[in-house]
């Protein structure tokens, strides 16, 4: 699984829809349609159920996203912290992750 088939996932449940969800990240629908099939056949597990009207997490897919959320966090920290500027302070915030719940403290 890729940095980027974690985003498409995360937008188009948060979408509802894989359409918007390309729309929204300025790609193909089918590289996000792609990158999610891909995902559940890596997994062996549907992670939505497609219909005319969008798409819904599947029971495994609300797990699936509850543990890439915190994964896509993490990560977005790490491409902070690589373009973080030496001459910015930073910032003191504390995030803790895990099993899906992250606390955010300034």
């Known amino acids: 699984m890729t940095n980027n088939q974690i985003k498409y996932i995360i937008e188009a449940a948060r979408a509802g829809s894989?359409?918007?969800?390309?729309?929204?990240?300025?790609?193909?629908?089918?590289?996000?349609?792609n990158a999610i099939i891909n995902v559940e056949n890596e997994f062996g597990h549907r992670i939505f159920n497609r219909s005319p009207k969008g798409v819904r997490l599947t029971s495994f897919g609300r797990m699936f996203l509850a543990h890439i959320m915190p994964i896509n966090e993490q990560l977005n920290q790490l491409y902070a912290m690589?373009?973080?500027?030496?001459?910015m302070s930073l910032s003191k915030t504390l995030r803790i992750i895990s099993n899906g719940f992250f606390i955010s403290a300034a």
Request: hydrophobic letters at 40%; aromatic letters at 4%; zero cysteines.
């Open 18 to 33: 894989i359409n918007q969800a390309a729309q929204n990240l300025f790609i193909a629908q089918s590289a996000v349609s």
């Open 82 to 87: 690589q373009n973080h500027s030496p001459r």
